[in-house]
């Protein structure tokens, strides 16, 4: 009994997140090395190819290392003199490449790292798979398809995600969850209904209907995810692609052109000097970063326990306009507690507390058992044998549960107009104070629960509903960032008003059905909204892939996962918002690097005209006072190559997000991104240019 | 002082009036109740519109848009070419007979894409049915095919369907255009611009020579050729002729006149999304541009020459018309090149190179007030740009007028970018490797650079003025600005109504504190920095080579020995 006990408690991840983490923390030794090495391989011309504003790069690159071996290949006045000043500038694009390649590289460095991890789960087992005719043969687990039943027995590895069919079992799930008490399976539970790949079964057995073939899983699904391989590119970096490509392709047009004009001048610079320029300013700082972003911003979900099954959801969740919560675990604890008997119509609290025993002694939530705490604490004992009765289960269509006596006594309880329509059925009367005690506790922000046996009102269970810490300040940061949340609960429309004031949610709906979720979610859906919310139930299922962001609790069913964008392992609700600032910060780190790359520009521009054409009578644009037109050049190129790698820890982190207003958001990233990518190379290219001159390199 | 306080006084008129020109066009265009227009003109849309076939309902696409506009443009285009290359006798009292085939497209192009680049001597190639039929004719036609897409454009990005191109076309005709030019005429007509039919005027001369003084229906030519961003002159002397521009007076208003109606489609377009704060800053942005850009080439022209001023005083007086002075010319020049205008006053060619600077920055980016309802479209493209790089820098796909940019929307918004380097860098080169036997360059140096980029950079944002010491009536010039000239127009067009029809699709927000404001000075700022680099800094290079490198040259020797010393020349 001890273990259907556990189960019945919705778990509640514990301890600072980072101690919960289901898997062990990604190696990083070696990281570096694998990446410089992946670096090299990168410069492969058909990977770089998918990147036009490198691959541009990567021409550039080719076609200096040729001028650097053959100074006059396209131009007759070179000579050998040229040679020294070529090869530098091939080396910094060189070096460009490799950082741009370098970042990437580490980023899907740490994905696999991650990957890995998440795959150690997964270790291939052998599979009981039972045959039609209801033998068993051993199997690998990697040849298990959907559909398939499989038999696991106490000590096995359950092999792959299923559905239960037959049978209670106790399952380790510690392996993706990282609780270690064991968890109770059974069938057509919508709360245990599922089990997990990689779990192990501790106690009895179970018959499971796989549910999703090999490499298909949720950890399959997020292992391709993190690791880069399969990741298609976000709608928003396709459009940020788009721009960039084209920003390419205007600067070349514009360096390309510039031979001839300046020809006109008798100024036409080098073949080499063009191509440092074009790659001065097609903004490489973002192409080459780009990729980076994007994978480290899924590895940044990941490292929260969170398994996404696309790109496109976690950058929803930075457009999320509106959260619907369940009150339930999300915005209050979990478990109501039974507080207080308040009896009517003349019944003694002993009475009512004997009744309520008497409806609750099925009951297996921790909400009925609660009530059986309190009522035997205060002495009540259960009027007929257990052994004999019949427990009635909740549903939320009768919005009653209860239990009927061997002698056929009707105990029951509920919300309170259902028990008035029941009492009235049974052809009783509703005592008037009952109303009194219903709305004593609603105003106390608590549910109360009225208790009949047949056509007889004996009085309202108080339970008392606890208001999770800190969950008011995190609404506030949320409609700061100007996120609305809708708080939804099966409460009646008092005791909701209470929770949702207290808990600063902005609307709430009472007495909520789940078909009042997905009304919710259409209704704020068809003003242009992208709505985000949690689930686990199987009628959460509609509800979970009507929304934007749909993340199921990995407690749930597996229908529930199914049609959810993510999945928490830790079955935390409240996590939502974690995931919000995730995907805001992914778009932010994004628009902040290109910002910066495209400002940029404006130095590149001063340092490398004026040295490019020193014969046009262009020196007052010399601004920076670079000691010769080659070294400026190559400043402005060493600048270029070394602002990626010193991004790359931001592009890997992302910028830090702040709940602020986006009026106080773009003004603090303008000034450092903005103001600061205007700033940052007039200094940073003078400072090259002093160190090349120290170095006496050109 | 006295051009100072002219100058600010005419762009203080310009403020003042274009609220509510504004509002007027908002309600031309909205198609609000005008009772005292719709009692008569009504009738007469509605009888026009039958007569071709149109319900005069709006377009459910782009495409839908475009393609009416494509046919009308090439029928109108096709029967001024007719007319140019058979000029016949009547109201054609010097006989001039039809034009050479590659002049006749390239003047028909230029007036049809309401550029007015004239590679052509009006009063010495074309008769008075020619200046009407043909010229005249296209300038409101072109200004009303223009007012039609900036007001299309306007209702795709207020989430309104994006309207039918024939009644907007005659709307912008009867209700906005031809009223607006006859009272403009009247005005030209009072201060002594000649409306005839009459021959030219032989008259004896001082020194008792013969000379014809060629004479026309000038005023409302002068008119449509200011309101309507046309530019293209009845004389090739253009504005700096007495009898285009024959006082101070006219002079200030033409300048009026460029400017109102680019400024009063800024307004509108607030009032369409219900915004005026929004249109008030837009407005403001351009109008720095605008002074800025004045105060450079005011106080250029004003200084004159440093070189020259040893033995010259009074400012730069090449190429001026005395009674305007240096300083309202060089006014002009910056309104005349931000409006898309291309109309002249003065020798831009003489004018000093931070004037030619100004002015090809205002080529460029096309928005200081920009032209005939295109101003307004390109404006709103940068905004677009602007709230796509910075607005993902508050965390959330970028937002504008609560629609969401997304790919497509930066697909067009760049392709925009895209036609002016295509159109104008890789003519500007070729012209410039073919040398000056091709290019017909009359400078060397910096100033021939400034000659050839400007006049495709005028083709290509339809704004047709130039630095005219270029030998341009050649087959090569002729049919390569014909390229940028329509390449500027209909690719642009095409991408814009594109771009709003595509915008006005998506499902609209409400504001929220998360939502990122576009109608703050914060954004405006914003907004002018990345139209100063994304429009223009592409095109630094050439402007460093040509005007910059011009201004430079310019600078007291001294100063430049000792820049000289601080940096090694000797590589």
């Given amino acids: 009994m001890t273990t259907t006990a556990r189960i019945q408690f919705p778990r509640m991840p514990r301890g600072p997140r980072q101690e919960r983490r289901y898997t062990e923390r990604p190696r990083q030794q070696g990281l570096v090395q694998r990446a410089i090495m992946e670096a090299f391989r990168k410069l492969d011309p058909r990977l770089s190819v998918a990147n036009p504003v490198m691959f541009v790069v990567w021409c550039g690159t080719v076609l200096c290392l040729l001028l650097t071996l053959v100074p006059n290949l396209l131009d007759a006045r070179a000579t050998a003199a040229d040679r020294g000043f070529n090869a530098l500038i091939s080396l910094t694009l060189l070096a460009t490449l490799l950082f741009a390649n370098f970042a990437e590289a580490l980023a899907e460095g740490r994905g696999k790292a991650q990957a890995d991890a998440l795959r150690r789960t997964q270790a291939r087992t052998e599979a009981r798979r039972q045959r039609p005719d209801g033998s068993t043969e051993m199997v690998d687990s990697s040849t298990l398809r959907r559909g398939d039943l499989v038999l696991v027995q106490a000590g096995d590895v359950i092999p792959a995600d299923g559905e239960v069919i037959t049978g209670v079992a106790s399952v380790d799930e510690s392996a993706i969850t990282g609780e270690s008490a064991p968890v109770l399976k059974e069938a057509g539970s919508d709360v245990a209904g599922s089990v997990t790949g990689g779990t192990r079964i501790l106690s009895d057995q179970l018959t499971l209907r796989i549910s999703a073939d090999p490499g298909k899983g949720f950890i399959d699904r997020m292992i391709a995810l993190v690791e880069g391989a399969e990741r298609s590119k976000t709608p928003n970096e396709i459009a940020l692609t788009v721009l960039l490509a084209v920003l390419t392709q205007v600067f070349l047009i514009a360096v390309a052109t510039l031979s001839p004009v300046a020809g006109f001048l008798n100024q036409a610079p080098s073949v080499v000097t063009l191509v440092a320029l074009l790659v001065a300013l097609i903004p490489t700082t973002i192409g080459g970063l780009l990729s980076a972003i994007g994978i480290a911003g899924m590895d940044r979900v990941a490292q929260f326990n969170v398994i996404a099954t696309s790109g496109r959801a976690v950058e929803a969740c930075g457009d999320v306009n509106t959260l619907i919560l369940d009150k339930t675990g999300t915005i209050t604890l979990g478990n109501r507690l039974a507080e207080e008997f308040l009896p009517v119509g003349g019944h003694s609290s002993a009475e009512l507390a004997e009744a309520a025993l008497g409806a609750s002694c099925f009951d297996q939530t921790p909400e009925g058992r609660s009530i059986v705490r309190l009522a035997e604490k205060q002495g009540a004992v259960l009027p007929f044998d257990a052994a004999s009765a019949s427990g009635i289960e909740f549903s939320a269509r009768t919005r009653m549960s209860g239990t009927d006596s061997p002698e056929g006594t009707e105990f029951r309880k509920g919300a309170v107009d259902a028990v008035k329509g029941f009492v009235r059925s049974r052809g009783g009367t509703v005592p008037d104070e009952l109303d009194g005690c219903f709305e004593q506790v609603s105003r106390l922000g608590g549910t109360p629960l009225a208790v009949c046996r047949g056509g007889e009102v004996f009085g309202v269970i108080y339970l008392k509903d606890i208001i999770k810490p800190g969950i008011r300040e995190r609404f506030d940061q949320l409609r700061r960032m100007g996120i609305r949340t809708v708080m939804l609960t099966g409460d009646n429309p008092i005791t909701a008003g209470v929770i949702a004031r207290e808990a600063g949610v902005d609307d709430f709906i009472a007495e909520a059905t789940p078909e009042d979720k997905i009304a919710v979610i259409q209704q704020e859906q068809k003003l242009g909204k992208l709505v985000a919310m949690t689930g686990d139930g199987s009628n959460d299922a509609p509800a979970l892939a009507q929304a934007n962001v749909g993340v199921a609790m990995n407690s749930g069913t597996q229908a529930a996962k199914e049609a959810a964008n993510m999945v928490d392992l830790d079955s935390d609700p409240t996590k939502l918002i974690d995931i919000v600032t995730i995907g805001k910060q992914l778009l932010i780190t994004r628009g902040a690097l290109t910002t910066f790359s495209i400002a940029n520009d404006i130095a590149k521009y001063f340092a490398i005209l004026p040295a490019l054409f020193a014969g046009a009578g262009l020196q007052a644009l010399n601004v920076m006072k670079l000691a010769s037109p080659k070294s400026a050049i190559l400043s402005a190129m060493v600048f270029n190559a070394l602002i990626i790698p010193a991004l790359v820890p931001l592009a890997l982190k992302g910028v830090q997000f702040r709940p602020l207003s986006a009026e106080q958001l773009l003004r603090r990233n303008l000034l450092v991104f903005g103001l600061g990518g205007v700033v940052a190379p007039f200094v940073g290219i003078k400072l090259i240019d002093l160190a090349l001159g120290a170095l006496r390199l050109v | ?571």
């Fill in chain 2, 1 to 571: 002082m006295l051009p100072w306080l002219l100058a600010a006084t005419t762009l203080a008129v310009v403020a003042l009036t274009a609220p509510s020109l504004g509002r007027y066009l908002f309600d031309v265009f909205d198609e609000r109740p005008q009772p005292a227009w719709d009692r008569w003109l009504n009738p007469i849309e509605a009888g026009l519109l039958r007569w071709i076939g149109d319900n005069g309902r709006s377009a459910d696409t782009a495409m839908g848009y475009m393609l009416p506009l494509l046919i009308s443009n090439a029928l109108f285009g096709a029967l001024a070419l007719l007319l140019l290359l058979v000029q016949p006798a009547w109201l054609n009292p010097l006989g001039f007979g039809g034009l050479r085939w590659d002049l006749a497209l390239h003047t028909t192009i230029s007036f049809l894409t309401n550029t007015d680049q004239q590679h052509l001597v009006p009063e010495q190639s074309l008769g008075n049915l020619a200046q009407l039929g043909a010229m005249q004719f296209l300038m409101f036609v072109s200004a009303a095919t223009g007012l039609a897409v900036g007001f299309a454009v306007i209702r795709g990005f207020s989430g309104r369907p994006i309207g039918s191109f024939h009644r907007d076309l005659l709307r912008a005709l009867t209700r906005v255009l031809i009223p607006a030019s006859l009272l403009l005429a009247l005005f030209f007509l009072v201060s002594g611009v000649p409306m005839t039919l009459a021959p030219p005027l032989e008259i004896i001369t001082l020194e008792g020579g013969r000379q014809l003084l060629p004479r026309g229906p000038i005023a409302l030519f002068e008119a449509i050729k200011q309101l309507g961003e046309n530019g293209g002159g009845f004389v090739s002397a253009n504005s700096a002729h007495p009898y285009e521009n024959p006082t101070l007076l006219t002079n200030l208003v033409s300048t009026w006149a460029m400017l109102i109606i680019p400024a009063a489609t800024i307004d509108a377009f607030g009032r369409f999304v219900g915004n005026r704060r929004q249109s008030n800053l837009l407005l403001a942005l351009v109008f720095a541009l605008l002074l800025i850009g004045a105060v450079v080439a005011m106080t250029a022209e004003q200084a004159g020459n440093p070189v020259l001023e040893r033995w010259l005083s009074g400012g730069n007086l090449q190429g001026k018309e005395l009674r305007f002075g240096p300083a309202l010319t060089g006014l002009w020049a910056v309104v005349t090149t931000g409006t898309m205008t291309g109309a002249v006053n003065g020798a831009i060619d003489a004018a000093m190179p931070l004037t030619i600077l100004t002015a090809l920055f205002n080529l460029f980016l096309q928005v200081v007030f920009g032209g005939q309802g295109t101003g307004i479209a390109y404006l709103l493209v940068f905004v677009l740009l602007a709230v796509f790089l910075t607005g993902l820098m508050v965390g959330r796909t970028p937002e504008f007028l609560g629609r969401k940019v997304e790919k497509p929307q930066v697909v067009w918004a760049s392709l925009i970018l895209l036609i002016h380097p295509i159109f104008v860098l890789i003519p500007t080169a070729l012209t410039l490797a073919g040398g000056t036997e091709l290019a017909g360059i009359s400078n060397p140096g910096s100033h021939g650079i400034s000659q050839v980029v400007y006049e495709y950079a005028s083709a290509a944002a339809n704004n047709g003025s130039g630095l005219e010491g270029l030998g341009d009536a050649t087959p090569w010039w002729n049919i390569t600005t014909s390229l940028s000239l329509l390449g500027g127009r209909f690719l642009p067009i095409a991408a814009l109504l594109a771009l709003a029809d595509g915008f006005r699709r998506k499902p609209a927000l409400e504001p929220s504190p998360g939502t990122l404001r576009t109608d703050t000075g914060l954004f405006t700022s914003v907004t002018a920095v990345v139209l100063v680099i994304l429009g223009a800094l592409t095109f630094f290079p050439v402007l460093a080579l040509g005007p910059i490198a011009e201004a430079l040259s310019l600078l007291p020797v001294k100063t430049l020995g000792a820049i000289g010393d601080v940096l090694n020349l000797a590589s």
